[in-house]
C-alpha cells in the first residue's frame, strides 16, 4: 500500500485517538489522574500531521513509493527523540507539571509500539479497503 498524505493523516488521527487513548490510560491513573498523558498524544499526533507532509515528499523518491517497517522504525525513534528534546527543554503549553524523562519514553515506546503493532494487523483486517486506498478509512 502507498499511503496518500490524506490517508496517512486519517490512519494517524484514528491510531492515536483510540490505540494512543487505551494505552495511555494506565499512565493516567499512575499519575493520579493527570491527563499529561493524553496532552503529549495530542502534541504527537500534531508534530506527527506535520512530520507526515514530509514523510510524503520523501516517499515519492523510493522505487515503490511506499515505506518499508525498518523506515517506520526509523521514523519512530526520530518523532520521539524528537519530541523528547522538545519536551524536556521547552515549556509546552498545556503541560503543567514535569513527567520524568524515563516514564515519557516508556510511555511512547508502550504507545508507538502498540499503534505499528495494530497498523500493521488490525488496520487491515478492519479496514480491509483502507489498504487499497491510499491509507483512507473513510
Excluded: K
Excluded at 513509493?65 to 509546552?92: C, N, R, S
Amino acid at each position: 500500500m502507498t499511503p496518500t498524505l490524506f490517508g496517512r493523516w486519517q490512519t494517524r488521527i484514528l491510531l492515536f485517538a483510540i490505540v494512543g487513548s487505551i494505552v495511555s490510560l494506565p499512565f493516567f491513573f499512575l499519575m493520579g489522574n493527570n491527563p499529561i498523558f493524553f496532552i503529549f498524544l495530542a502534541y504527537l499526533a500534531g508534530i506527527g500531521l506535520i512530520w507526515d507532509v514530509l514523510y510524503n515528499y520523501l516517499q515519492r523518491y523510493r522505487w515503490d513509493h511506499d515505506w518499508p517497517a525498518a523506515m517506520q522504525l526509523l521514523a519512530g525513534i526520530w518523532e520521539g527523540v524528537f519530541f523528547g528534546v522538545l519536551f524536556t527543554f521547552f515549556l509546552l503549553p498545556g503541560i503543567p507539571t514535569a513527567v520524568p524523562l524515563w516514564l515519557y519514553l516508556v510511555h511512547y515506546s508502550l504507545v508507538w509500539c502498540a499503534i505499528f503493532i495494530v497498523s500493521q494487523s488490525l488496520m487491515r483486517l478492519i479496514f480491509p479497503r483502507w489498504r487499497f486506498n491510499g491509507g483512507q478509512w473513510l
